[in-house]
C-alpha cells in the first residue's frame, strides 16, 4: 500500500477522462512517484482516503518509559525484580488498544509470536477455543506507537496513578497535556486499527 499525505485537491474533466489532483505535503513525493510508476492505464486500482490522525509525541513516549522505570525500581524486591518492559506491558494490557480475532487453532502459537516480535507493547494472549469449529480467540494489544494522543493519553494516566499510589513524583496535569499536544506526525505509516 502507498500513502499520500494531502491538504487539497481539485477535480479535471479532460478530452482524455476524469482526473483528480491533489496537493501533497513535500515528504509524500517519493511516494506518489512509485504510485505512478505502479499505473500503466490498463490495470485498475481503487484509493481510500480517511483524515489524518496525530500520533502521539516523542516527549509523551519517553516521560511512558520513565513511569515505567521508576515504578519497576519502586515494586522491585532482591528476589524479585521487575522491568520496566514488565510495568509496560501490564499497562497495555489494562488500557491499551486491542483486536479480538479468529485464528485456526493449528496458527495460534505462530500467530502470536509473529505479533509479538514487532514490538515490547505487542501483545497476543489466546483467550481459548470456540465450541464447534477450528478457531481460537486471540486478544492482539497494539504497541504505544500506533497510539493517537487520545489512547497516549489513558496509557500515561493509567501509569501516572500507578506512580503516585507508590508516592512517585510525577509531572502535573498541565504538563502531561502539553507533552501529548507535541505531535510526532512525521511518520504516518503507523499500524491502522
Keep these: 500500500m502507498i500513502e499520500i499525505q494531502f491538504t487539497d485537491g481539485r477535480f479535471s474533466r ?35 482516503c480517511k483524515p489524518l490522525v496525530a500520533r502521539r509525541s516523542l516527549s509523551a513516549n519517553a516521560y511512558c518509559w520513565v513511569l515505567c522505570e ?12 521487575v522491568a520496566k ?3 509496560y506491558r501490564e499497562a497495555i494490557r489494562r488500557v491499551g488498544a486491542f483486536e479480538i480475532r479468529l485464528v485456526s487453532a493449528a496458527a495460534v502459537e505462530f500467530s ?24 481460537d480467540e486471540v486478544c492482539f494489544y497494539y504497541g504505544s506507537s500506533t497510539y493517537d494522543r487520545a489512547e497516549m493519553g489513558r496509557l500515561l494516566d493509567d501509569l501516572i496513578e500507578d506512580a503516585e499510589a507508590l508516592g512517585i513524583e510525577t509531572k502535573s496535569p498541565e504538563e502531561v497535556d502539553r507533552l501529548l499536544s507535541l505531535w510526532q506526525c512525521e511518520d504516518a505509516t503507523c499500524a491502522a486499527k
Excluded: Q
Aim: aromatic share 8%.
Design 112 to 135: 502470536c509470536k509473529h505479533w509479538e516480535r514487532i514490538g515490547v507493547g505487542w501483545i497476543a494472549e489466546p483467550l481459548g477455543h470456540r465450541t464447534g469449529d477450528d478457531y
Design 14 to 48: 479532460e478530452r482524455d477522462g476524469l482526473f483528480l489532483c491533489l496537493k501533497m505535503r513535500p515528504s509524500s513525493e517519493s511516494a506518489a512517484y512509485r504510485l505512478l510508476d505502479m499505473l500503466n492505464g490498463e490495470k485498475p486500482f481503487t484509493a481510500a
Design 85 to 87: 518492559e514488565d510495568v
Design 70 to 81: 521508576k515504578i519497576a525500581v519502586e515494586i522491585s524486591t532482591e528476589n524479585a525484580p
